[in-house]
Nanobody, 115 residues
Framework: QVQLVESGGGLVQPGGSLRLSCAASGTIFSIVAMGWYRQAPGKQRESVAIITIGGRQNYADSVKGRFTISRDNAKNTVNLQMNSLKPEDTAVYYC?????????WGKGTLVTVSS
Protein backbone atom coordinates (compact mmCIF):
# COMPACT_ATOMS: atom_id res chain seq x y z
CA GLN A 1 0.00 0.00 0.00
CA VAL A 2 1.38 3.37 -1.02
CA GLN A 3 1.59 6.13 1.56
CA LEU A 4 2.90 9.66 1.16
CA VAL A 5 4.09 11.43 4.28
CA GLU A 6 4.80 15.14 4.30
CA SER A 7 7.03 16.92 6.79
CA GLY A 8 8.52 20.35 7.35
CA GLY A 9 5.45 22.52 7.85
CA GLY A 10 5.10 24.98 10.67
CA LEU A 11 4.87 28.62 11.66
CA VAL A 12 7.19 31.11 10.00
CA GLN A 13 7.35 34.89 9.84
CA PRO A 14 6.78 36.74 6.58
CA GLY A 15 9.96 36.71 4.54
CA GLY A 16 11.12 33.47 6.10
CA SER A 17 11.79 30.07 4.58
CA LEU A 18 10.59 26.52 5.01
CA ARG A 19 11.46 23.26 3.30
CA LEU A 20 8.77 20.66 2.83
CA SER A 21 9.62 17.03 2.19
CA CYS A 22 7.50 14.12 1.05
CA ALA A 23 8.50 10.50 1.31
CA ALA A 24 6.61 7.70 -0.37
CA SER A 25 6.47 4.21 1.03
CA GLY A 26 5.40 1.22 -0.97
CA THR A 27 5.98 0.44 -4.62
CA ILE A 28 4.91 2.98 -7.22
CA PHE A 29 5.14 2.03 -10.86
CA SER A 30 5.48 4.39 -13.80
CA ILE A 31 5.59 7.73 -12.01
CA VAL A 32 4.62 10.52 -14.39
CA ALA A 33 4.97 13.50 -12.08
CA MET A 34 5.42 14.54 -8.47
CA GLY A 35 4.36 17.77 -6.92
CA TRP A 36 2.82 19.96 -4.30
CA TYR A 37 -0.66 21.39 -3.99
CA ARG A 38 -2.10 23.62 -1.31
CA GLN A 39 -5.46 24.52 0.10
CA ALA A 40 -6.05 27.70 2.04
CA PRO A 41 -9.06 28.10 4.34
CA GLY A 42 -12.21 28.65 2.31
CA LYS A 43 -10.44 28.08 -1.00
CA GLN A 44 -10.07 25.26 -3.47
CA ARG A 45 -6.96 23.13 -3.65
CA GLU A 46 -4.49 24.56 -6.15
CA SER A 47 -1.33 23.38 -7.82
CA VAL A 48 1.84 24.95 -6.43
CA ALA A 49 4.69 23.14 -8.15
CA ILE A 50 4.96 20.07 -10.35
CA ILE A 51 8.02 18.21 -11.57
CA THR A 52 7.79 15.52 -14.21
CA ILE A 53 9.81 12.33 -14.22
CA GLY A 54 11.91 13.93 -16.93
CA GLY A 55 12.65 16.96 -14.75
CA ARG A 56 10.38 19.58 -16.32
CA GLN A 57 9.06 21.96 -13.68
CA ASN A 58 5.87 24.01 -13.55
CA TYR A 59 5.04 26.60 -10.91
CA ALA A 60 2.00 28.61 -9.99
CA ASP A 61 2.50 32.25 -10.95
CA SER A 62 2.12 33.26 -7.31
CA VAL A 63 5.21 31.28 -6.23
CA LYS A 64 7.54 31.65 -9.23
CA GLY A 65 10.95 32.85 -8.16
CA ARG A 66 10.28 32.00 -4.51
CA PHE A 67 9.62 28.26 -4.44
CA THR A 68 11.79 25.47 -5.86
CA ILE A 69 10.73 21.88 -6.30
CA SER A 70 13.18 18.99 -6.40
CA ARG A 71 12.88 15.22 -6.44
CA ASP A 72 14.81 12.02 -6.04
CA ASN A 73 13.35 9.48 -8.43
CA ALA A 74 15.18 6.55 -6.90
CA LYS A 75 13.92 7.33 -3.40
CA ASN A 76 10.45 8.54 -4.45
CA THR A 77 10.89 11.76 -2.52
CA VAL A 78 9.90 15.26 -3.50
CA ASN A 79 10.83 18.49 -1.76
CA LEU A 80 9.63 22.07 -1.86
CA GLN A 81 11.96 24.87 -0.82
CA MET A 82 9.88 27.91 0.02
CA ASN A 83 11.59 31.28 0.38
CA SER A 84 10.30 34.81 0.89
CA LEU A 85 7.11 33.44 2.35
CA LYS A 86 4.04 35.64 2.45
CA PRO A 87 0.92 35.47 4.61
CA GLU A 88 -1.04 34.42 1.53
CA ASP A 89 1.10 31.27 1.36
CA THR A 90 -0.64 30.05 4.50
CA ALA A 91 -2.31 26.75 3.65
CA VAL A 92 -2.23 23.02 4.07
CA TYR A 93 0.32 21.68 1.60
CA TYR A 94 -0.24 18.28 0.02
CA CYS A 95 2.25 16.04 -1.70
CA UNK A 96 1.15 14.31 -4.91
CA UNK A 97 2.54 11.52 -7.05
CA UNK A 98 0.78 10.65 -10.28
CA UNK A 99 0.95 7.57 -12.49
CA UNK A 100 -1.07 6.68 -15.58
CA UNK A 101 -3.37 4.60 -13.40
CA UNK A 102 -3.64 6.52 -10.15
CA UNK A 103 -2.81 9.68 -8.24
CA UNK A 104 -1.56 9.39 -4.69
CA TRP A 105 -1.94 12.10 -2.05
CA GLY A 106 -0.43 12.76 1.33
CA LYS A 107 -2.48 13.91 4.29
CA GLY A 108 -0.99 17.38 4.24
CA THR A 109 1.21 19.58 6.37
CA LEU A 110 0.18 23.01 7.63
CA VAL A 111 2.22 26.06 6.74
CA THR A 112 1.35 29.25 8.58
CA VAL A 113 3.01 32.52 7.63
CA SER A 114 2.36 35.13 10.27
CA SER A 115 4.11 37.68 12.43
Amino acid sequence: QVQLVESGGGLVQPGGSLRLSCAASGTIFSIVAMGWYRQAPGKQRESVAIITIGGRQNYADSVKGRFTISRDNAKNTVNLQMNSLKPEDTAVYYCMISTPMETYWGKGTLVTVSS
